[in-house]
């Protein structure tokens, strides 16, 4: 198959290497032309595990190439995937960007002269692909659905593993207008042997919000039991996860072997939940069904637990310190990305934690392994921290450290080191990384989240 891919982002990008690398002959659309060139000459705008190599590959074999030209794309392709950002701004969705390139893709569509498949991935609400792509489409093209095909194919792929998701999903859901379009589109991925769930539009747009709610819903669940504990007198929150992961409806024993389902990482306590997905998606979720009358009272507690939960390490952070003032105190904080192996800040717990810092005047210096300074995005770029090169210069003198993201570089951190480098060996856990007894026997003053 012929396909273009309209935006270049995580999604995008991702997703016509694993395409092209079922051969298919991939054109990567964006309207940012340094990230163009940065693709054609095999280096990803962003980081994921594996995705220059790959990249160089796809080049190199000519099944995909990047450009800037659009209708060029379109007129090449039997399929266009809509990979645009769906950001949420006021706890809205902003439909900005894809009724710009919605416009974009309709006027070029006008032009096609065979049967053409259009294909939303951006992550869009319940009802927005038929009342509001479609009408753009048919107004720009001048042609009816039925001329042309229409599909919603929400993507599940997690950043940081994120060539190995668009590879091996684990099912493609594919919302259809009608039985042409599915069955046109689902030949993208005749190469993969996976569950295909073939819905109508609004199905398929509901699934993607469902599917991130709940892994949302269990990580909000698991900070509020972590808040319990952390005011019941001897309870460590990790020891009740242990007891609660053994349940044989979690983590079943098959063949005698027991199964550590991936469902179980997001039952774990931690700082919050952050990046480019679950945030938004949520708060776009509970507008939504604000809109249409229903209640969506659990969600908007999701929301709450999670804004709220960052400002706990403060608190963890003033107990440790016994000061109630962080005034021109050195603080730590290791960790800016959202989660491990991506340099994505988007919505980052790190943000919330140093605004908190800051306005307490504290002497903030940060340290990412992967954020480097040409990748940080304005909200950082703008505050008044420093950002350590290294590890041992973000720690030395530093009052107290706050671990938010759980690289393993932070992970193989001994005690001795934080108590070598530190002024006071003070370390704040906020994905509970260290081993609490080890760290206390050491001499360091050690808390985390449900401790
Ligand atoms: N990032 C994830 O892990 C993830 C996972 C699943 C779903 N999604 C959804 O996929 C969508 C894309 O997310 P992302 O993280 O890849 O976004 P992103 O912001 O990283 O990338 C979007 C890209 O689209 C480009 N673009 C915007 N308007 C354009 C236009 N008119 N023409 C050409 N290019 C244009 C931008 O320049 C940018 O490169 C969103 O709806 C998101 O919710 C994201």
Same mark, same amino acid.
């Given at each position: 198959?012929?396909?273009?891919?309209?935006?270049?982002?995580?999604?995008?990008?991702?997703?016509?290497?694993?395409?092209?690398?079922?051969?298919?002959?991939?054109?990567?659309?964006?309207?940012?032309?340094?990230?163009?060139?940065?693709?054609?000459?095999?280096?990803?705008?962003?980081?994921?595990?594996?995705?220059?190599?790959?990249?160089?590959?796809?080049?190199?074999?000519?099944?995909?190439?990047?450009?800037?030209? *659009?209708?060029?794309?379109?007129?090449?392709?039997?399929?266009?995937?809509?990979?645009?950002?769906?950001?949420?701004?006021?706890?809205?969705?902003?439909?900005?960007?894809?009724?710009?390139?919605?416009?974009?893709?309709?006027?070029?569509?006008?032009?096609?002269?065979?049967?053409?498949?259009?294909?939303?991935?951006?992550?869009?609400?319940?009802?927005?692909?038929?009342?509001?792509?479609?009408?753009?489409?048919?107004?720009?093209?001048?042609?009816?659905?039925?001329?042309?095909?229409?599909?919603?194919?929400?993507?599940?792929?997690?950043?940081?593993?994120?060539?190995? /998701?668009?590879?091996?999903?684990?099912?493609?859901?594919?919302?259809?207008? /009608?039985?042409?379009?599915?069955?046109?589109?689902?030949?993208?991925?005749?190469?993969?042997?996976?569950?295909?769930?073939?819905?109508?539009?609004?199905?398929?747009?509901?699934?993607?919000?469902?599917?991130?709610?709940?892994?949302?819903?269990?990580?909000?669940?698991?900070?509020?039991?972590?808040?319990?504990?952390?005011?019941?007198?001897?309870?460590?929150?990790?020891?009740?996860?242990?007891?609660?992961?053994?349940?044989?409806?979690?983590?079943?024993?098959?063949?005698?072997?027991?199964?550590?389902?991936?469902?179980?990482?997001?039952?774990?306590?931690?700082?919050?939940?952050?990046?480019?997905?679950?945030?938004?998606?949520?708060?776009?979720?509970?507008?939504?069904?604000?809109?249409?009358?229903?209640?969506?009272?659990?969600?908007?507690?999701?929301?709450?637990?999670?804004?709220?939960?960052?400002?706990?390490?403060? *608190?963890?952070?003033?107990?440790?310190?016994?000061?109630?003032?962080?005034?021109?105190?050195?603080?730590?904080?290791?960790?800016?990305?959202?989660?491990?192996?991506?340099?994505?800040?988007?919505?980052?717990?790190?943000?919330?934690?140093?605004?908190?810092?800051?306005?307490?005047?504290?002497?903030?210096?940060?340290?990412?392994?992967?954020?480097?300074?040409?990748?940080?995005?304005?909200?950082?770029?703008?505050?008044?921290?420093?950002?350590?090169?290294?590890?041992?210069?973000?720690?030395?003198?530093?009052?107290?450290?706050?671990?938010?993201?759980?690289?393993?570089?932070?992970?193989? *951190?001994?005690?001795?080191?934080?108590?070598?480098?530190?002024?006071?060996?003070?370390?704040? /856990?906020?994905?509970?990384?260290?081993?609490?007894?080890?760290?206390?026997?050491?001499?360091?003053?050690?808390?985390?989240?449900?401790?």
């Amino acid at each position: 198959m012929k396909i273009a891919i309209v935006g270049t982002g995580y999604v995008g990008l991702v997703t016509g290497i694993s395409l092209a690398l079922q051969n298919h002959k991939v054109i990567c659309v964006d309207n940012d032309k340094n990230k163009v060139s940065k693709i054609n000459k095999g280096k990803s705008p962003f980081f994921e595990p594996d995705i220059d190599k790959y990249l160089k590959k796809v080049l190199k074999e000519r099944t995909l190439k990047a450009t800037n030209d *659009l209708q060029g794309a379109i007129l090449e392709s039997n399929v266009t995937i809509i990979a645009v950002g769906t950001p949420t701004i006021n706890s809205k969705i902003d439909l900005s960007f894809i009724k710009t390139a919605s416009a974009q893709i309709g006027e070029s569509l006008g032009k096609v002269k065979n049967y053409h498949v259009i294909a939303v991935k951006s992550t869009v609400l319940p009802g927005i692909t038929e009342k509001v792509i479609k009408p753009i489409l048919e107004k720009y093209s001048k042609k009816k659905v039925g001329e042309f095909g229409l599909c919603m194919n929400p993507e599940f792929l997690r950043e940081g593993n994120a060539i190995e /998701d668009a590879l091996n999903p684990d099912r493609i859901i594919i919302g259809q207008i /009608d039985d042409k379009s599915g069955k046109e589109f689902a030949k993208i991925y005749s190469k993969l042997s996976v569950p295909k769930i073939f819905t109508n539009l609004a199905t398929a747009e509901f699934t993607k919000y469902a599917a991130n709610s709940l892994f949302a819903t269990l990580i909000s669940f698991s900070n509020e039991i972590s808040r319990i504990a952390e005011t019941t007198e001897n309870v460590d929150v990790l020891d009740v996860w242990k007891g609660v992961h053994l349940d044989k409806r979690l983590s079943p024993i098959i063949n005698s072997q027991r199964i550590k389902p991936g469902v179980l990482s997001y039952i774990l306590s931690g700082c919050g939940f952050g990046g480019s997905c679950f945030p938004k998606d949520i708060k776009a979720l509970s507008s939504f069904a604000d809109e249409i009358g229903s209640e969506g009272g659990l969600i908007k507690s999701v929301i709450d637990i999670n804004t709220t939960q960052p400002q706990r390490m403060i *608190l963890l952070l003033k107990k440790a310190m016994g000061a109630a003032n962080l005034k021109n105190k050195k603080i730590a904080v290791l960790g800016l990305t959202f989660k491990p192996n991506t340099d994505d800040i988007r919505e980052s717990v790190a943000l919330p934690i140093i605004e908190t810092l800051l306005s307490q005047e504290a002497i903030v210096v940060a340290h990412d392994p992967m954020a480097y300074k040409e990748n940080i995005s304005p909200q950082l770029t703008n505050l008044p921290i420093t950002l350590a090169d290294t590890l041992k210069e973000a720690l030395e003198n530093a009052e107290a450290a706050i671990v938010v993201t759980a690289w393993d570089e932070y992970i193989k *951190l001994s005690p001795e080191f934080f108590i070598k480098m530190m002024k006071k060996p003070i370390v704040i /856990d906020g994905r509970r990384i260290y081993d609490k007894h080890s760290f206390l026997k050491k001499g360091v003053i050690y808390k985390g989240i449900g401790t």
